[in-house]
């Protein structure tokens, strides 16, 4: 009964730091878009065997600047191809990433339509399988209370909620390299003797990295083999299962992950060149968006909120602290293995993906069950201190700054939220400053099993008011959704066409995805101008220049720019229309 109330306990919370309020915001960013557009056009064109084919330019690679790209080559007769298998973004080509994202929203889009909640429900589900994932691997490497302490650290940062209810390749390449470690390692902890077993969890594995693969390319290489060479240096551990079930499972892997990339070397040409850049190259060539090394060393106290004070002894305890009863340097393969492992596999990945030109936050979501474990690990090493201190001194000190961290975000909801100017919608945060007050009582009553499960609902409820109150309203002032069927009007007047193969991804997905680019002599256009927005705080916006549009429509002279102004982008605002008035000098794009 003990465990069922702690997986039911962990479902509750899971179900709703993952799915409530799934679907919102609007989508706004490019990285969602670009999952949704082509699995739109995947879903448009029937199922896969069915698939109605779809026109589109031939490509050619193009090197500008720093920047190599398959573009459109316009002097080749159109091709037809299966979307499902030739992703299609706006018309065009799209093979920057594999297409196992595409393929997961597609089939929602097929039973349910397009809606923001369908393309984050696959990885809201990840981030909840992946809950319990967490939690048997932290009682097969630390016991069961770790375990138990890291899926609820995991299920109540922020990070994860976020990172786990977008629509976008990371999740995936999180959740199938969590898989692959788990797989490994309990392959590794079975018995001598137990080579059947320990063969199931082998395949698991080699299937785990076909689809890891399969969902973000060669990185997943990366990300799987810095956490099983630091558990195999840290635990001193062979490599598990007869060689023939690794024969096997690699055979099951190639043949997930190669008949997509294969298909598509045979029909379009230079893709592994594209492959190359958008991997291997961020190494190297590839400077396009590059951040400084030292870009995620800033980031590394943002990434546990709200657990940043427990991660932070977490790290000094490998150096300071015990894990079991030889827990010296000295000790034990397992108990070495048990100080040392987390913070190699988190540590090992800061560093490697330091060196990658191209830096964001979701690169790391691979290495945050290594995150988890460093919190979980601590915060076990706390409780064990508080117990021993009678609930007095520095440990209970620690929980009791941990609680007010609750209530300091729950105040801080309420005062972003007046800032905004919705100071009805700061009343909502006053109940929720009361409730995460609660734990204190449980840490009077010395109750540590009602503490840090009163504390992940605070954090839980916390980011849910945040999202609902603040979060979500402020992305839905940027959203395009308004603007774009405002521009679709527009569009449709006598003699104005619109610059579809230039549109940003986030404008359309909210267009029909029959819009074409057509011989007229007033083109519309959009803009994205989040950057000059903020620039200019609030100074004139400057005119367009002819020159600026002239690259956007090389089939016809640009006379003439006017910005287009919008109801439902009023100002200085993100989106912003022009209508380009052209001269026609060639033949318009088909």
């Given at each position: 009964?003990?465990?069922?109330?702690?997986?039911?306990?962990?479902?509750?919370?899971?179900?709703?730091?993952?799915?409530?309020?799934?679907?919102?915001?609007?989508?706004?960013?490019?990285?969602?878009?670009?999952?949704?557009?082509?699995?739109?056009?995947?879903?448009?064109?029937?199922?896969?065997?069915?698939?109605?084919?779809v026109?589109?330019?031939q490509?050619?690679?193009?090197?500008?600047?720093?920047?190599?790209?398959?573009?459109?080559?316009?002097?080749l007769?159109?091709?037809?191809?299966?979307?499902?298998?030739?992703?299609?973004?706006?018309?065009?080509?799209?093979?920057?990433?594999?297409?196992?994202?595409?393929?997961?929203?597609?089939?929602?889009?097929r039973?349910?339509?397009?809606?923001?909640?369908?393309?984050?429900?696959?990885?809201?589900?990840?981030?909840?399988?992946?809950?319990?994932?967490?939690?048997?691997?932290?009682?097969?490497?630390?016991?069961?209370?770790?375990?138990?302490?890291?899926?609820?650290?995991?299920?109540?940062?922020?990070t994860?909620?976020?990172?786990?209810?977008?629509?976008?390749?990371?999740?995936?390449?999180?959740?199938?390299?969590?898989?692959?470690?788990w797989?490994?390692?309990?392959?590794?902890?079975?018995?001598?003797?137990?080579?059947?077993?320990?063969?199931?969890?082998?395949?698991?594995?080699?299937l785990?990295?076909?689809?890891?693969?399969?969902?973000?390319?060669?990185?997943?290489?990366?990300?799987?083999?810095?956490?099983?060479?630091?558990?195999?240096?840290?635990?001193?551990?062979?490599?598990?299962?007869?060689?023939?079930?690794?024969?096997?499972?690699?055979?099951?892997?190639?043949l997930?992950?190669?008949?997509?990339?294969?298909?598509?070397?045979?029909?379009?040409?230079?893709?592994?060149?594209?492959?190359?850049?958008?991997?291997?190259?961020?190494?190297?060539?590839?400077?396009?968006?590059?951040?400084p090394?030292f870009?995620?060393?800033?980031?590394?106290?943002?990434?546990?909120?709200?657990?940043?004070?427990?991660?932070?002894?977490?790290?000094?305890?490998?150096?300071?602290?015990?894990?079991?009863?030889?827990?010296?340097?000295?000790?034990?393969?397992?108990?070495?293995?048990?100080?040392?492992f987390?913070?190699?596999?988190?540590?090992?990945?800061?560093?490697?993906?330091?060196l990658?030109?191209?830096?964001?936050?979701?690169?790391?979501?691979?290495?945050?069950?290594?995150?988890?474990?460093?919190?979980?690990?601590?915060?076990?090493?706390i409780?064990?201190?508080?117990?021993?201190?009678?609930?007095?001194?520095?440990?209970?000190?620690?929980?009791?700054?941990?609680?007010?961290?609750?209530?300091?975000?729950?105040?801080?909801?309420?005062?972003?939220?007046?800032?905004?100017?919705?100071?009805?919608m700061?009343?909502?945060?006053?109940?929720?400053?009361?409730?995460?007050?609660?734990?204190?009582?449980?840490?009077?009553?010395?109750?540590?099993?009602?503490?840090?499960?009163?504390?992940?609902?605070?954090?839980?409820?916390?980011?849910?008011?945040?999202?609902?109150?603040?979060?979500?309203?402020?992305?839905?002032?940027?959203?395009?959704?308004?603007?774009?069927?405002?521009?679709?009007?527009?569009?449709?007047?006598?003699?104005?066409?619109?610059?579809?193969?230039?549109?940003?991804?986030?404008?359309?997905?909210?267009?029909?995805?029959?819009?074409?680019?057509?011989?007229?002599?007033?083109?519309?256009?959009?803009?994205?101008?989040?950057?000059?927005?903020?620039?200019?705080?609030?100074?004139?916006?400057?005119?367009?220049?002819?020159?600026?549009?002239?690259?956007?429509?090389?089939?016809?002279?640009?006379?003439?720019?006017?910005?287009?102004?919008?109801?439902?982008?009023?100002?200085?605002?993100?989106?912003?229309?022009?209508?380009?008035?052209?001269?026609?000098?060639g033949?318009?794009?088909?």
């Amino acid at each position: 009964m003990h465990w069922a109330r702690r997986f039911s306990f962990l479902t509750i919370l899971g179900l709703a730091a993952f799915f409530l309020l799934l679907g919102g915001p609007d989508i706004v960013t490019s990285h969602e878009a670009r999952v949704v557009q082509p699995a739109r056009m995947m879903a448009a064109s029937g199922w896969p065997w069915l698939a109605k084919p779809v026109e589109v330019p031939q490509v050619h690679l193009v090197q500008e600047g720093a920047v190599l790209r398959l573009a459109p080559d316009t002097s080749l007769p159109l091709m037809a191809v299966n979307p499902w298998l030739i992703p299609v973004l706006n018309g065009n080509v799209r093979l920057q990433k594999p297409p196992l994202p595409y393929w997961c929203s597609a089939i929602l889009f097929r039973f349910f339509g397009f809606s923001e909640w369908t393309v984050r429900l696959v990885p809201a589900l990840l981030g909840l399988l992946a809950t319990f994932v967490i939690f048997d691997l932290g009682q097969t490497l630390y016991g069961r209370s770790v375990g138990y302490y890291a899926a609820l650290v995991w299920v109540s940062t922020y990070t994860v909620a976020d990172m786990y209810r977008k629509a976008m390749a990371d999740p995936y390449l999180g959740f199938f390299t969590l898989v692959c470690v788990w797989g490994w390692i309990r392959a590794c902890d079975i018995k001598v003797g137990k080579k059947a077993a320990s063969g199931r969890w082998v395949l698991l594995f080699y299937l785990s990295m076909g689809f890891a693969l399969l969902a973000k390319g060669p990185p997943a290489f990366v990300t799987v083999l810095i956490p099983l060479a630091a558990y195999h240096i840290c635990f001193r551990k062979r490599l598990p299962g007869r060689w023939t079930i690794h024969y096997a499972g690699i055979a099951l892997m190639l043949l997930i992950a190669l008949p997509w990339p294969a298909y598509v070397m045979r029909h379009i040409p230079h893709a592994i060149d594209q492959w190359r850049y958008e991997s291997v190259g961020e190494l190297a060539d590839n400077t396009e968006n590059a951040r400084p090394w030292f870009f995620y060393i800033e980031q590394l106290p943002y990434l546990p909120l709200p657990w940043t004070l427990i991660w932070f002894v977490g790290c000094a305890i490998p150096f300071v602290g015990r894990l079991g009863a030889k827990g010296n340097f000295g000790a034990s393969p397992r108990s070495f293995g048990r100080r040392w492992f987390a913070i190699s596999w988190w540590g090992a990945s800061v560093i490697f993906f330091s060196l990658v030109n191209l830096k964001k936050n979701q690169y790391l979501l691979p290495a945050v069950p290594a995150q988890t474990f460093m919190i979980a690990i601590a915060l076990a090493q706390i409780i064990r201190w508080a117990r021993r201190a009678q609930f007095k001194g520095q440990p209970a000190a620690l929980l009791a700054i941990q609680t007010f961290i609750g209530a300091g975000f729950m105040i801080g909801v309420g005062v972003m939220v007046v800032i905004d100017h919705r100071p009805l919608m700061a009343v909502a945060a006053l109940p929720g400053v009361i409730f995460a007050l609660i734990p204190l009582w449980a840490l009077r009553r010395q109750s540590t099993r009602n503490w840090i499960g009163l504390q992940t609902a605070v954090y839980v409820a916390a980011i849910l008011l945040f999202w609902g109150l603040y979060f979500h309203p402020e992305e839905d002032g940027r959203s395009p959704k308004p603007v774009a069927a405002e521009l679709l009007a527009l569009s449709r007047q006598p003699g104005y066409t619109l610059l579809v193969p230039r549109l940003p991804e986030e404008v359309s997905i909210y267009l029909p995805l029959d819009m074409h680019y057509g011989y007229e002599k007033h083109v519309l256009t959009i803009m994205d101008d989040t950057h000059g927005v903020h620039q200019r705080h609030g100074k004139p916006v400057p005119p367009p220049q002819v020159s600026t549009f002239q690259r956007m429509v090389p089939d016809a002279e640009v006379t003439a720019v006017r910005r287009v102004p919008m109801k439902s982008a009023p100002g200085d605002a993100r989106w912003k229309v022009y209508d380009i008035t052209v001269r026609r000098t060639g033949f318009a794009l088909r």
